[in-house]
């Protein structure tokens, strides 16, 4: 399968990377800003099936004609575009500053949307589209404070998530989304300093890779609350 994985080099992301790129029949793609962290997760696939582009989904339109480029160059379709790439800016909503909250909403919901626009033309029937939300922005669970803008971006996510199910329902296209909860990561760290998350981040990456390939047989348009705790 050709798979792309946005958000791929450290973290869920980079577990998840490397869990796919097990099957030797898999090729995976990962983006990320870090160049030299893009080098590494190039090196670590264990079927040599891992390749790296680098992109900041905050400025997704100065690298959109290269990255598509790139990724019509290696694939000619698209089995599985996982779009975990996110970031998180934890302070009291009062002292946001408007530009803060634009990175955010530009790399946690509209970078991930035009990533999908300009795969599109590479979806099949059968492609699965896997978005990666949180808790935070899931109807009804728990909310923290410092975290408003962050959770704000991911319920945009969700709700594409409902929207692109029922808009790709004719070319077949799968959309899910997974709010995620408690995983130790280094972001979870940003967002709670000090506690220890119940679930780490191989734990979680493996079961993203599992749902990327399996989950589309069962659902469509579904956002699926993963959460042993919050937080």
Not at 33 to 42: T, V
Not at 48 to 63: F, P
Not at 67 to 90: P, W
Request: with cysteine; hydrophobic share 40%.
């Amino acid at each position: 399968m050709n798979i792309l994985i946005n958000g791929g080099t450290r973290g869920i992301g980079k577990e998840t990377a490397l869990y796919l790129s097990e099957n030797r029949d898999n090729h995976v793609i990962v983006t990320g800003r870090d160049e030299d962290d893009l080098g590494k997760m190039a090196l670590s696939g264990t079927h040599n099936n891992i390749s790296s582009i680098a992109i900041d989904l905050s400025l997704v339109d100065d690298y959109a004609v290269s990255f598509r480029e790139q990724v019509y160059n290696r694939f000619s379709i698209i089995d599985i575009l996982i779009n975990n790439a996110g970031m998180l800016i934890n302070k009291e909503f009062m002292q946001f500053r408007n530009e803060e909250a634009r990175l955010l909403m530009e790399t946690n919901f509209f970078g991930p949307a035009a990533m999908i626009r300009l795969l599109k033309p590479l979806m099949k029937r059968g492609t699965h589209i896997v978005n990666i939300a949180s808790m935070g922005g899931f109807q009804g669970s728990s909310k923290y404070s410092g975290l408003s803008y962050y959770s704000c971006s991911k319920a945009a996510l969700v709700c594409l998530t409902e929207c692109l199910a029922a808009e790709f329902n004719q070319d077949e296209i799968i959309v899910n989304c997974l709010a995620l909860g408690s995983v130790q990561t280094e972001m979870f760290n940003e967002a709670f300093p000090g506690f220890r998350a119940p679930v780490e981040a191989k734990d979680m990456g493996l079961y993203i890779g599992d749902f990327a390939v399996n989950g589309k047989k069962f659902f469509n348009g579904k956002i699926l609350p993963v959460a042993f705790s919050n937080p």
